[in-house]
């Protein structure tokens, strides 16, 4: 559907902050595995509609994506924000930076949204 996992392992600025040493990419859909080492990013699909035209049906869907990043300090969380940003903007449009903090002490968490266009 949107490969966001696919276009971050082609991305040497992302998998050199997100690759385990298993060769893992720590990008994860909806939620992350228990126990996994920070960093990481999860993304999950929190709207979307089809875009309809008044004579045929819908050929496209704009989908509303939420990135979420989690690392063990400011630094490091700004650093890979930034990196997974600036991969995904080339792919998507980059839409919301809500302000929304970890719940998890000790860890730290940065957001945003960004729309995709995938055909229908």
């Known amino acids: 559907m949107i490969p966001i ?10 998998t050199a902050l997100l690759k385990a040493s298993d060769g893992v990419l720590r990008v994860y859909r909806d939620q992350a595995s228990e126990g996994v080492k920070l960093p990481y990013v999860v ?10 035209n008044v004579d045929v049906p819908a050929v496209d869907d704009s989908i509303e994506v939420q990135i979420d990043v989690y690392a063990q300090s400011e630094q490091e969380r700004d650093t890979v924000f930034k990196a997974v940003r600036n ?21 730290y968490r940065g957001t945003f949204t960004c729309s995709w266009l995938i055909e229908a």
């Open 87 to 107: 991969v995904l903007k080339h792919h998507s449009i980059i839409q919301n930076f809500p302000n929304i903090g970890s719940i998890i002490p000790g860890v």
């Open 5 to 14: 996992r696919t276009i971050l392992n082609s991305a040497s600025s992302v």
């Open 43 to 52: 993304w999950t699909i929190v709207s979307g509609y089809a875009i309809d």
